[in-house]
């Protein structure tokens, strides 16, 4: 499933003009990495399973995109190691800048948030900025859109 998502961001992001001339290198990787942990350890069950069973996960991330922050928390936890620290070479800042556009992409797959995003992201590409805000909003509408 990973690898269907990372083909079908690279292709939309890179294929519409309009979006692919608004996201920096640096954001085509965190969509990327976004792309290959969005349901990573993901335990077979849904968001609404695990805030109605009160189970550990949904008691430790309060009952909001349940399996959303699990995914990036293990994912993250998992690049700590040294073997899997895909982002060691970068700078902290675009460390820092990978990690938030991931989070916010996983974010963004939550779907009792779609429509937030979708509205966000109208408004935004609509007038055309190059603001990173916009292009947050951007990178998370690409990963809401292809990986539903």
């Known amino acids: 499933m990973a690898v269907s998502v990372c083909v ?3 292709c939309w992001a890179t294929a519409v003009p309009r979006i692919s001339g608004m996201l920096h290198d640096i954001d085509g990787l965190a969509v990327i990495l976004a792309a290959v942990v969005h349901d990573y350890r993901h335990p077979g069950v849904s968001n609404n399973f695990l805030i109605s069973t009160q189970s550990k996960l949904a008691i430790r991330y309060n009952d909001m995109s349940v399996l959303e ?3 990036c928390a293990q994912a993250f936890g998992l690049m700590l190691e040294p073997m899997y620290n895909l982002l060691g070479d970068l700078g902290k800042d675009k460390r820092a800048h990978v990690r938030f556009v991931v989070i916010q992409c996983v974010l963004a797959t939550d779907l009792s948030y779609g429509q937030q995003f979708t509205n966000a992201f109208k408004v935004k590409v609509g ?15 690409c990963c809401c859109c292809c990986w539903r």
């Open 8 to 10: 079908v961001c690279v």
């Open 69 to 71: 922050k699990f995914h």
């Open 127 to 141: 007038r055309g900025t190059m603001k990173d805000s916009v292009r947050s909003v951007l990178c998370r509408r």
